[in-house]
């Protein structure tokens, strides 16, 4: 909010725009490769430019004046272009093809679109030119789909997936296994119960590119075995940039059908921050460390002051989902070679969510245990912002400051009915009430400077915030009698139930201080440039949670059996009641989960990219990384200190079979480290799922060794075919386990091996030569994976936990005269989402689901200003299910093993419905 604030206040002349003048933007290739550090200078002057990696460049001249241009580099053909800019909204672009062949040449004028930044091309350049093996998306090609978030983004990109609609999975591997990176400055866990980084909190307009990096090199950070994800926020436009979006969207589960609330309401909700309206009460606050010491009176007067607004009443009906989004941005060029750019977005949405729930609980007998439906009613609000300034001192030296600020408020209810079988009441109702916000801001500046030719240093420094608030999350059990009313069993104050009446109190706060620098120097050997590269980086990490859960209790010894009101059930904590029972809360020391974690980790590199030939290169050398990580309960007790010292070499071998096509043969290995929650033995529980999440001390780190093979071919721009294959070792990999009654946990397993393959292609479809063909792009991507895992001395026939088997995605794209369809196709394969251990634990899977999505978009008006886009997510809205196999021994299952409708229940599952979004943006 605040950087978007200073971005709108920015004195306007710093920006303003000279009207006499243009900026001209082009590249400088060579067979579609870019060519970096070509200079570009205009004839009869000392004017020109100097192409970046990407071989793009910016001129700024006079309006409606020729030009001519000079384009040479070292080892090229020189080339001169006659050019007349035209005017502001033109296609001022030039692509500039230099050869290396010396032959005559006359002079050509130039007439054709530019890479941008964000486009396929970009990435698949960069892809080729790698010192790693990875895969990404551009742009243009998110704009190209409904996806709102990086969360939806990711699941396109070859090899990855999502769960839980925020996490993503890398060849098949779990959330754990990956490190997301935001403008090359790593980005903390946000999750309060695992390690993991919810994607669903950046938001897919403000992203230029994407690229996970699947083989390590010492200059990424070794704590990845899936992806190392890297996500670059929009640069700063050559032209001028202003673009309002607006955008209402329908989904079948919600919009115009009933909805529940819980009442509670704050000043700033609308805007998706907190005040006081839900906190803990400030007598209760005080007295906390000795509450339980206190008076029967004196607990009972503070038990009163907590509100009471358990329950839920139903509102208007929704209404479609709106959001809105301004950005804007230039260049200004303080001289022939200063030039100053920013860019800034800032946005608000707000919107309604229905899921329906079922959950069933089943003995290891199959005999059921106890069935639940439950309506989850959530009402969201989202507030964004972006900022980036770009300084650059001449063509070859910069610095930039981004900032990023995504902040998501949902305020939610739960509707439960509930029958438990076994005797007793088997019916009741119940009700949550609970409100969530969470955010990040990330700053980096960072700079680039090239000494010369051969020296080159980048930097940055950088300070991320991730953030969780829950306040006051109320859950209220009911247990029906016989005559058709309610009443609620609490127990004494030493054994109060969260599940049955409770309050839980939460917040969830990382810091994340980080620094990075690396040297680069460049040599001649063996008739090639070789080049050196140097590095380090420190990151600091600081955690703090502060978990405060209560539950109802009696102050009697024996419990208390407390009727509901009849007319409104979900009242029992009345006044009335709380003195006529003694009633009171009480600390669950289980559940109130507070500690502090703090890590450091200090990393060192160095790395040579040698080219043997013109056909061979090799990328190798080590990193060094020595962690310490200690987690610290707010007692002072020290419930966890790993210091771990590792050195971790790689190398890939890049062997280019022609200009177009690269064999690379790739060797390293990394880490997996537990997160700071994973290692507090304490209970979570979470509402919708009716699981307890609980952590371990006793997790070490997991050593992993990983091998890739992969062969790529680029028939022409924004074309691509890839197969790679690969193999995984796991030492001590660490496992999210289901110990029975509902309790997940983390253990380390013993060792787990895997091996895969994956096949991507993206081809244009004109090779038909039909008017239709000529227009369309089709694209697949498939990963399979199998493999082995060893715990407690047994080796099971089973994938890790958390792993897909296979992965698909596919689309197709039709774009002509500014109107382009897009279909889109996921799936994933059947995972294991919690593994048994124990007597009464069971595997449990995920069931795949087929997810197809559309969008149709029109440009209109002069200049294409206006932009009409209909997008469908989810069309066929399966549901998401996790189910239980009976009759297969835990330690012993078969990964291949899926949903069989006859002999599996499912005992989770949920559906969100499809939603229909039309988005309107003009450029002014």
């Known amino acids: 909010m605040v950087v978007g604030f200073i971005a709108l206040v920015l004195p306007s002349y710093i920006f303003a725009s000279d009207n006499t003048k243009i900026k001209i933007t082009g590249q400088v290739l060579e067979n579609n490769q870019p060519i970096k550090g070509a200079s570009i200078v205009i004839v009869g002057t000392t004017k020109g430019a100097i192409s970046e990696t990407d071989g793009s460049f910016v001129l700024e001249v006079e309006r409606s004046k020729a030009y001519k241009l000079k384009v040479y580099a070292i080892g090229y053909q020189p080339k001169e272009i006659e050019y007349i800019p035209e005017n502001e909204r033109s296609q001022n672009d030039l ?33 080729k030119n790698n010192s790693g093996i990875s895969d990404g998306i551009s ?35 779990n959330e754990r296994y990956n490190t997301a990176m935001l403008n090359n400055a790593i980005l903390p866990s946000t999750e309060p119960d695992k390690r993991a980084f919810a994607f669903d909190i950046i938001p897919a307009s403000i ?40 955008s209402i969207g329908y989904n079948s589960n919600t919009t115009f059908k009933k909805f529940n609330t819980d009442g509670v309401k704050g000043k700033y909700d609308f805007l998706g921050f907190l005040d006081n309206t839900r906190a803990i009460p400030q007598d209760y606050n005080q007295n906390k460390s000795n509450f339980s010491n206190l008076s029967a009176e004196e607990k009972i007067k503070i038990t009163k002051e907590f509100p009471n607004d358990f329950g839920y009443h139903q509102v208007a009906n929704s209404l479609p989902n709106l959001s809105i989004a301004y950005t804007n941005g230039n260049t200004r060029f303080l001289s022939d070679s200063k030039r100053l750019g ?91 009430g609970k409100v969530q916000q969470n955010g990040i801001f990330n700053s980096v500046l960072g700079g680039k ?13 950088s300070y991320s915030l991730t953030y969780r608030n829950e306040p006051d999350e109320r859950i209220l059990n009911l ?57 380090a980086a420190e990151y600091i990490r600081f955690k703090n949670v502060e978990i405060n859960a209560l539950g109802y209790a009696t102050t009697t010894i024996y419990g208390a059996e407390v009727p509901a009101p009849i007319n409104n059930p979900f009242d029992v904590f009345n006044k009335e ?31 040579l990219n040698n080219k043997f030939s013109d056909k061979l290169k090799l990328a190798w050398g080590a990193r060094l990384e020595n962690y310490d990580q200690k987690v610290t309960l707010i007692s002072g007790q020290t419930v966890a200190h790993n210091t771990n010292l590792d050195v971790l070499p790689s190398c890939v071998f890049t062997y280019a079979v022609s200009s177009k096509s690269n064999i690379r043969l790739g060797a390293s290995q990394s880490v997996n480290r537990p997160e700071f929650r994973e290692l507090v033995d304490k209970n979570i529980y979470d509402y919708s799922t009716d699981y307890i999440y609980k952590g371990s001390s006793d997790l070490v780190r997991s050593k992993n060794t990983n091998a890739d093979l992969r062969y790529e071919y680029f028939p022409s721009s924004g074309e691509i075919i890839s197969i790679s294959v690969f193999y995984k070792y796991f030492k001590n990999p660490i496992e999210q386990i289901n110990q029975g009654n509902s309790v997940l946990t983390y253990q380390n397993a013993q060792e787990a091996k895997l091996i895969g393959g994956e096949l991507e292609i993206r081809k244009k479809l004109d090779f038909f030569n039909n008017d239709l063909f000529n227009h369309l792009i089709a694209y697949a991507n498939l ?84 932009e009409l886009k209909l997008t469908i997510s989810d069309i066929l809205a399966q549901p998401i299910a996790w189910y239980s196999k009976f009759g297969t021994d835990v330690n012993n299952h078969s990964k291949r093993f899926g949903y069989n409708k006859s002999t599996d229940e499912i005992i989770r599952q949920y559906r969100l419905g499809s939603t229909s979004t039309l988005s309107i943006k003009y450029n002014f």
């Open 95 to 127: 692509t500039v093809r230099l050869t290396p062949q010396v032959n005559s040449l006359a002079d050509v004028r130039v007439k054709s679109n530019a890479r941008k930044a964000g486009s396929v091309n970009a990435v698949y350049l960069a892809q």
């Open 139 to 173: 742009a243009d090609v998110i704009k190209k789909s409904p996806d709102k978030n990086t969360g939806d983004v990711l699941k396109r990109v070859s090899g990855a997936s999502i769960q839980d609609n925020k996490f993503v999975i890398i060849r098949g591997l």
């Open 207 to 246: 992203v230029d590119n994407i690229v996970i990096y699947k083989s390590a090199t010492p200059e990424l950070p070794g704590d990845f075995a899936g992806g190392a994800i890297k996500i670059t926020s929009k640069e700063f436009p050559t032209t001028r940039l202003s673009e309002l979006s607006l």
């Open 342 to 432: 920013y860019i800034y977005s800032i946005g608000y949405g707000v919107s309604r969510q229905v899921a329906d729930w079922t959950v069933k609980n089943f003995d290891n007998n199959k005999n059921i245990l106890d069935s639940i439906q439950t309506e989850e009613f959530t009402q969201k609000y989202n507030l964004n912002a972006l900022v980036n300034f770009t300084y650059a001192f001449n063509p070859r030296n910069n610095i930039s400051w981004k900032n990023l600020f995504n902040n998501t408020f949902a305020s939610s209810v739960g509707k439960r009915n509930g029958a438990t079988y076994g005797g007793g009441n088997p019916y009741y109702i119940s009700a949550q």
């Open 449 to 461: 400077n090239e000494l010369n030719e051969a020296n080159k240093i980048d930097w940055n420094i």
């Open 479 to 535: 247990v029906q009698k016989n005559d058709g009313s309610y009443f609620r069993k609490v127990n004494n104050e030493n054994s109060p139930v969260i599940q049955d009446a409770g309050r839980v109190y939460s917040k969830n706060h990382e810091h994340l201080l980080g620094a990075t620098a690396n040297y680069t120097f460049n040599f001649d050997l063996l008739g090639h440039t070789q080049e050196l590269k140097l590095g």
């Open 577 to 607: 009641n709380i003195d006529q029972y003694g009633l009171t809360v009480a600390n669950i020391g289980n559940n109130s989960v507070s500690y502090k974690g703090n890590a450091r980790n200090d990393a060192a590199y160095a790395m």
């Open 783 to 866: 990963s399979y994976v199998d493999g082995n895992i060893k715990l407690q001395g047994f080796k099971s026939n089973s994938l890790m936990q958390g792993q897909s088997p296979y992965i698909i995605n596919a689309g197709i794209n039709y774009a002509k005269n500014n109107f382009s369809v897009n279909i889109l196709y996921n799936r994933i394969g059947p995972r294991l989402a919690f593994r048994g251990q124990g007597q009464n634990g069971m595997n449990i899977y995920e069931r795949p689901r087929d997810v197809l999505d559309g969008q149709i978009s029109k440009k209109f008006l002069k200049n294409k200003r206006l």
